[in-house]
Structures are given as structure tokens and as C-alpha cells.
């Protein structure tokens, strides 16, 4: 078989492990994003006492539940990668990655699993309060486990706590409580916590407005609470993503310089301590020769945003590309290649930033169009209603290119600096059992994508009348009316 | 060999225990779906018996996975990549199977129930089987290099002692998830044809666990390295499995779940005792995985002994009491959704 000997081992498990990762990472932040907007609209209903947010937490609550069971499932595949793609790695830093991932299955992942089985499964059970506590502690479960993979993804990014044992040719822990003051972590954690709140609260927004757009004036009243409620959510997030991607930035001129040059597009030093330096808005690079190769510029602008005043500069990769030889090259040798894809890095941050400013504007105009007093009938606005829809996807968007800025560019490494992505892969594993473990993930997670959408689009259509009829808490006069009808339908 | 690392390889050993007892009548259930119930009543009624708690129970194996890759990375980097497609079709069945029940509730025709009915099905009876055959392979030798690496061909995946392993664990599912289900479910018709089902059933069982006796004989050291154990552990097995049939024909329901759920767990204690202190056994003699070369630094297996040491009381106490206020009945009937 020529076509699998020309695939190399390395390429078919990155392309693995960035394909489940991206699949798992649809669902994770759109389970603790939606996790959260439920939990504020069950409490919402245990004070108020208004029936419309039990309805909402129901209904949103069957996305969130569809959102969770594939999140569950793909997850699974994450933890048994490592050793399964990854060996020598796993061999390498076992000591200090392990301990990250099994406390995330001990102290996460049972709380949320059996927490959301007594919420989704007790509504009849428990009073209000319990019942609330129950989500909300499925939630936190939630962040607890996005707080322990981002200490092990940290610890990738910027590895702390650590020594290299030569004798056994390992990476040891030699300092557990480090894993979690690592600074990353605290970069990373927030951040992607504020990103669930968009993928949460713009599938709420976009829902509603699918809904509304299918069925004009049908359930106003609950769409427009949900909005409300979700468009809260995104407004505190995007505050919060503006302010926490603002300091990575910073950070990262210091940890990963060559990531930000590539996120920046700079190949040669501009600058200086005295000097402006101009940020480039657009612009192309030959991915051959690593030239800018043109490029639309802000004067001023990369100072302002890099060191947060009028001059400073910043290196180019091509400086930087020496700087690394001379560090690293003791240890990995003249051949290792530390240019980035840096059109992709580029682009990639560029959607991250232009979304980030959408879900500020959409979440202002939510509000806008849901306020108390407005007399605005949305139904007749479709050109809003349509724009909302769409925006659905693009918190997806967002994330995924944030990550992609991470991941790739951490590279040439999987441990910055400590271990090369060449020297983590399984020795042992054929390039044939990879190919054919990526096509069968890649049917699997089409079929699971195209019922999840199929499913949620089904829930949308269903309406939230689809969540009264289960209502048997309520009481019911069983001589009314309402009463037999109930009964007829059931 | 430390005391954490004797430790640690107990406590993997009390993790798959705590996996295979729980979600072991989870994968029972499942497969009822096609083999016991004879509507989507029925099937409803299954399902819900264990609809609050299968997904808490499945988590006892990833945090199993977790615990190997934090105390043994050697045995968990050995183990996931020499075992790639066994542990890939594991995944892809954990996969189907973790979204059947969520989907089967969705589907509008009754076409498309069936079909994830089916898979529901389908996969509970692999999964277990597929880990039976893994754990008879580690246990009878497989070709390791210096490094740990495995390079395995097909037929040291598969034999006979690794079949009826895997057919061995299959069934002991099976029948733990008929037992469960008979503790749920006291509506007369289904409650009765599991009562005839597992009256043929013990027998078939008693005949699969000699001949896992006997092809343990032939295929592993354990009666050569550990006689006195191995023989005292497997007539346990007999013994409980006898009692649980006796109490079963007497109807006494939570005797029959309790004597084969420890049948379970002295098969999983059975196979972690005959491989102590290897890890993975090597086919060749000195090529074995040994505990002592497996694990993480002292300093590591202190940190994560604390930690599980505290957390895993309070897990086992909500979901235990998870369990216990779930514990009323199941009937069959008609919901909507």
C-alpha cells in the first residue's frame, strides 16, 4: 500500500489529534456555556417563582443535554489518545500530565455526570432547591474539569514544576501545587470560560431567532427572556474575553515570541524602545520564503497593543528563528524547523478578534431589542432575526481558531522547549491502523454532527410548548379542561 | 517495589472493579434491549432502570485510564498503544453506545428507535468483550521490545483464551445486568421471562467459567506462579456463581445481584493477582512490563494518594446516595417525552 507508506505516522496522528480535539471542543463549551445560562434560569425561577424560566430551563436544558452526551462520548477518546498516539510522550511527562488528567476524571467528572443524571432525572424528586443545586453543581463539575485539562495544556504551553531526570530520560514533577499557579493557566482558564459563555448564549440567541423567524409572534414572551438572559451572559463574556486575551498577548511576547509574531505577521524587528510600530491589519505571507509579502498598516497601533504605549517594538520571526537555533540547537540539533504556518496563525487571530467585536455589538443590540420597556415587535424585524441565526456558528468559529493559534503554535514542540513533537509519537503503531482509525472517527463525528444538528433543529421546531406537557409538578384541576386535553394528548 | 506503588497497582485493580460491577449490568442492560424486551414499553422501562446512573458509572473507567497514566505512564503508554485497534473499537463502541440512549429517545419513526436500539445492543455486548480479550492478553504474554513497545500480529490478539475471556466477561454482563434489572422491574411478564432466562443462563455460565479455568491453565503461569491463590480465587468464583443460581431459583433478588457482582470483581482481582508484579506480561521470559519500572516518582504517587484518598470517599458517597434515592421500582408503561 503506497498511499499509506507516503502518510507518515507524526502527520496521521496530529491530524487526529486535531480533528477529535476541535469535534470534542464543539460541545464542551457549548455544554458549559449552556450549563451556565440554565443555571441562571433555574434560579432564576426559584426566586422570582415565574413559570416562563422553568419552562426556559427545560427547554434550553434538552440542547444542553444533547450537548453534554456527545461532549461525554468524544471525551473519552481525548484521555486514551495520549497513550494510544502519543506513547513516548505519555512515557515522557506521565509524571506530570497524568496527574492533571486522572484528578479532572476524579474531582469533574463524576460530579457532573452524576449531578446532571439526579437534575435531568429528578425533576418530580426534589424541591426547587435542591433540584437547582443539582445543576449548578453540574456546572461547576464542568469547570473544574476545563480548569485541570488547561493546568496539563498549560503545562504544554509553558512547562513549570518540573525536572529532566537524565538517568531515566523523563520529565519529573517536583512541584504539584506549580501545575496550578503556572501563569498560563490563569490566561488560558478564563479565557476559554468567557468563549463558553458565547457558545452558550449565541446558540441561545440564535435559536430564538430561528424560531421566531419559522413561527412570527408564537412564544414571544419566552424567547425574549431567553435573549435577555443569554445576551447578559455574552455581554459580561466579551468584556471578559477582551480583557484576558489582552493580557495573553502581553504574556506571550515573553513565553512564545515566535507565536505572536506569526499571530502579528512580523518577519523583521520593527520598533523600538523610542520607536513606534506599526500593526499590520492584513496582509500576506510567502509561506516558502517566510517574506511579508504585502501588508496594510496602523502606525502606532502594535505598540499600543503589544506594550500599551506609543513606542516598543517587536521581533520578527527571521530574528527569532536565530535566536532559537542558538538556544536550542545544544539540545535538538541544526535541523529542527521553528517557522510557524504563520498565514494561518495570522488569519486565524484576525477571525478570533473580528468575531470577538461581533458578539460585543450583537449582545448590545440583543439587549437593545429585548429591553423592558421597548415596544419593538422583533417578529418584524427578519433582517436582525437572520443575522442572530447565523451568528449561531460563529462563536464556533472562534474558539476553533483560538486554538489553532495554541496548538500549532507551539510547534516544533509538544512541551515547549522540552519535547519535540517527532520525539512523542507511538513508535509501534502503523501508519495502516491510523488511517484507518482517522476515516472511521471521521464518519463517526459526521453522522454525530449532522444528528446533533438534526436533533437540535427537531427541539427548535418542537417549541417550548414541547416541554409542558411532561410538567407534572404542576397542579391541575382534574375536572378542567386543560386537564383533558393534557390526558387526550398523552 | 515501594509501598505506593503496590498501593496504586491495588487501587487500578479497585477502579476496573468498580467499572466492570457498575457499568458491567449497564452493558447487561443494553444488551436485554434486543434480547429480553419485546416492545419499546419494555425497552423504555430497561432503560430507565439505569437512565440516572450509567454515565456516573462509565466514568469509573476513565478515571481508571486517568489513574494508570498518572501513577503507571509506562503501563498506560505500553497498554493504550500496543492495544491501538482493540482500544480504538472500544472507543467507537463507548461512542455509539454513550449516544444511543440520548438518540433512541429522540427519533420520531420507529424505524430509526429500532436502529439505535440496536446499536445500543450491539455495542454493549462488544465493549465487555473486548475488554475481556484485552485483559487475557495481558495476562498470557505478548510480544513487548526493551521499551515496552508492543508489536503484536493478530493471532496474539486473538486465540481461544482470549475468546472465551471475552465471551466469559460478555456474559457475566449479561447476567449482572438480568439480575439488575430483576431488582428494577417486578411488572409480571418481562419480570418473569428474565426469571426463565437466567434459569438456562447459570448453567451456561458455570460451563464458561471452567472452561476460563482451564484455558487459564493452559495459556498463563498462574497456577505455576501462584497455585495456592489462583486456585482458592477461581473456586470462589464457582462457589458465588453456584449460590447466585440456588438463590435466584429461590427468588431472592438482591442475594443473586450481590454473589455475582463479587464474581465480577474476583475475576478482575483474579487476573490483577497473577499478574503482580508484572504489568503487562512478555512472551519471551525477561521481557515483561514490571510494576516496579511503571510508575511515577514517589513524589507523584504521594501527591495523587492524598488526593484520591480524599476525593474518592466523597464520590462514593453521592453516588451511592444517588443510587439510593433512585431506588424505587421501574414499571413498564407508556411515557412521552
Redesign the interface.
Known amino acids: 500500500m503506497n498511499l499509506v507508506a507516503g502518510l507518515s505516522i507524526l502527520n496521521l496522528a496530529r491530524f487526529q489529534f486535531a480533528m477529535t480535539t476541535i469535534f470534542h471542543f464543539f460541545f464542551v463549551p457549548l455544554s458549559i456555556g449552556l450549563g451556565i445560562i440554565v443555571s441562571v434560569m433555574e434560579t432564576l425561577y426559584v426566586i422570582k417563582k415565574d413559570d416562563q424560566y422553568k419552562r426556559m430551563t427545560k427547554f434550553w436544558g434538552k440542547i444542553f443535554m444533547l450537548s453534554f452526551a456527545v461532549g461525554v462520548v468524544t471525551g473519552i477518546i481525548q484521555e486514551f489518545q495520549f497513550g494510544m498516539n502519543w506513547s513516548r510522550y505519555s512515557r515522557y511527562v506521565g509524571d506530570i500530565f497524568g496527574p492533571a488528567l486522572a484528578v479532572e476524571a476524579l474531582v469533574a467528572f463524576f460530579l457532573e455526570s452524576t449531578f446532571l443524571g439526579l437534575w435531568s432525572f429528578g425533576w418530580d424528586r426534589f424541591n426547587k432547591k435542591l433540584h437547582l443545586l443539582f445543576i449548578w453543581l453540574t456546572t461547576l463539575g464542568s469547570a473544574f474539569s476545563a480548569l485541570w485539562i488547561l493546568a496539563a495544556n498549560s503545562f504544554m504551553q509553558n512547562p513549570v514544576g518540573f525536572e529532566v531526570d537524565h538517568k531515566f530520560d523523563r520529565a519529573v514533577l517536583v512541584d504539584f501545587p506549580a501545575l496550578l499557579q503556572n501563569h498560563q493557566l490563569w490566561l488560558e482558564f478564563p479565557h476559554v470560560i468567557f468563549a463558553t459563555f458565547m457558545a452558550g448564549s449565541f446558540v441561545v440567541m440564535g435559536v430564538s431567532a430561528f424560531s421566531l423567524l419559522r413561527k412570527p409572534h408564537h412564544e414571544v414572551n419566552f424567547f425574549k427572556k431567553s435573549v435577555q438572559v443569554s445576551a447578559v451572559v455574552a455581554l459580561v463574556g466579551v468584556v471578559g474575553l477582551a480583557y484576558t486575551g489582552d493580557s495573553h498577548s502581553l504574556a506571550l511576547q515573553d513565553d512564545q515570541p515566535m507565536k505572536f509574531a506569526a499571530t502579528e505577521g512580523i518577519d523583521k524587528n520593527v520598533g523600538g524602545d523610542d520607536e513606534q510600530a506599526p500593526w499590520s491589519v492584513i496582509s500576506y505571507t510567502d509561506p516558502k520564503t517566510n517574506e511579508v509579502k504585502w501588508s496594510l498598516d496602523i502606525p502606532y497601533m502594535l505598540s499600543i497593543l503589544g506594550d500599551h504605549s506609543l513606542t516598543g517594538g517587536s521581533q520578527g520571526w527571521n530574528e527569532l528563528n536565530k535566536e532559537l537555533h542558538e538556544k536550542y540547537d545544544v539540545k535538538f540539533g541544526h535541523d529542527m524547523n521553528y517557522y510557524l504556518p504563520n498565514n494561518t496563525l495570522y488569519y486565524s487571530f484576525r477571525i478570533m478578534a473580528v468575531s470577538a467585536g461581533a458578539f460585543g455589538l450583537l449582545a448590545v443590540v440583543a439587549l437593545w431589542f429585548t429591553r423592558k420597556k421597548s415596544k419593538i415587535d422583533i417578529s418584524k424585524y427578519k433582517w436582525a432575526l437572520w443575522i442572530f441565526g447565523i451568528a449561531t456558528y460563529l462563536p464556533f468559529v472562534a474558539i476553533t481558531s483560538g486554538w489553532l493559534i495554541t496548538e500549532l503554535g507551539r510547534a516544533p514542540w509538544v512541551v515547549y522547549g522540552v519535547l519535540t513533537m517527532a520525539d512523542a509519537v507511538s513508535p509501534n503503531v502503523s501508519a495502516a491502523s491510523l488511517l484507518t482509525s482517522n476515516i472511521l472517527y471521521f464518519a463517526t463525528f459526521t453522522v454525530l454532527g449532522l444528528i446533533m444538528v438534526m436533533l437540535s433543529r427537531r427541539v427548535m421546531i418542537a417549541g417550548p410548548e414541547s416541554v409542558d406537557e411532561t410538567d407534572t409538578e404542576e397542579d391541575v384541576d382534574p375536572f378542567s379542561p386543560k386537564a383533558f386535553e393534557n390526558g387526550k394528548e398523552a | 517495589m515501594t509501598g505506593y506503588q503496590i498501593l496504586w497497582f491495588v487501587l487500578i485493580a479497585v477502579l476496573f472493579s468498580g467499572f466492570f460491577f457498575l457499568e458491567g449490568f449497564d452493558f447487561g442492560i443494553g444488551m436485554s434491549l434486543k434480547t429480553l424486551a419485546k416492545n419499546e414499553e419494555e425497552e423504555d422501562a430497561l432503560i430507565r432502570s439505569i437512565?440516572?446512573?450509567w454515565?456516573?458509572n462509565?466514568?469509573w473507567?476513565?478515571?481508571a485510564?486517568?489513574?494508570m497514566?498518572?501513577?503507571m505512564?509506562?503501563w498506560?503508554?505500553?497498554?493504550?498503544?500496543?492495544f491501538?485497534?482493540i482500544?480504538?473499537a472500544i472507543?467507537?463502541g463507548?461512542?455509539?453506545r454513550?449516544?444511543s440512549f440520548?438518540?433512541r429517545e429522540?427519533m420520531?419513526t420507529a424505524k430509526y428507535r429500532n436502529l439505535w436500539t440496536a446499536i445500543s445492543s450491539v455495542t454493549s455486548m462488544l465493549v465487555p468483550f473486548l475488554f475481556g480479550v484485552l485483559f487475557t492478553d495481558v495476562v498470557q504474554g505478548m510480544p513487548l521490545n526493551a521499551?515496552?513497545?508492543?508489536?503484536a500480529n493478530f493471532w496474539d490478539y486473538f486465540n481461544i483464551f482470549s475468546i472465551v475471556g471475552g465471551v466469559a466477561m460478555s456474559l457475566l454482563s449479561y447476567v449482572h445486568g438480568l439480575n439488575y434489572a430483576r431488582l428494577k422491574i417486578t411488572d409480571g411478564s418481562l419480570h418473569n421471562r428474565i426469571q426463565k432466562q437466567l434459569r438456562v443462563l447459570y448453567p451456561v455460565l458455570l460451563v464458561g467459567e471452567v472452561a476460563f479455568a482451564v484455558t487459564l491453565f493452559a495459556f498463563t503461569d498462574f497456577f505455576t506462579e501462584k497455585p495456592l491463590i489462583t486456585v482458592i480465587m477461581l473456586a470462589a468464583i464457582v462457589v458465588l456463581t453456584l449460590v447466585a443460581w440456588t438463590v435466584t431459583l429461590k427468588r431472592q433478588n438482591t442475594w443473586a445481584f450481590i454473589a455475582l457482582g463479587l464474581v465480577i470483581i474476583l475475576v478482575v482481582a483474579l487476573l490483577f493477582t497473577g499478574l503482580f508484579p508484572r504489568v503487562i506480561v512478555g512472551n519471551e521470559s525477561g521481557m515483561s512490563l514490571l510494576l516496579k519500572n511503571a510508575t511515577?516518582?514517589p513524589?507523584?504517587l504521594k501527591?495523587?494518594t492524598i488526593?484520591?484518598l480524599t476525593?474518592?470517599p466523597i464520590?462514593l458517597a453521592?453516588?451511592i446516595w444517588?443510587f439510593y434515592?433512585?431506588r424505587d421500582r421501574v414499571r413498564v408503561e407508556k411515557i412521552?417525552?
Not at chain 2, 498506560?76 to 500496543?82: D, H, K, V
Not at chain 2, 521499551?147 to 508489536?151: A, E, F, L, Q, T
Open positions: 437512565g440516572p446512573h454515565d456516573g462509565e466514568v473507567l476513565i478515571t485510564g486517568g489513574a497514566f498518572a501513577a505512564p509506562f498506560y503508554a505500553s497498554l493504550f498503544s500496543g491501538y485497534l482500544l480504538f472507543l467507537i463507548l461512542i455509539y454513550g449516544v440520548e438518540f429522540q420520531k521499551n515496552g513497545d508492543m508489536s511515577s516518582t513524589y507523584t501527591w495523587m488526593i484520591s476525593a474518592l464520590v453521592y453516588q444517588s434515592v433512585f412521552s417525552y
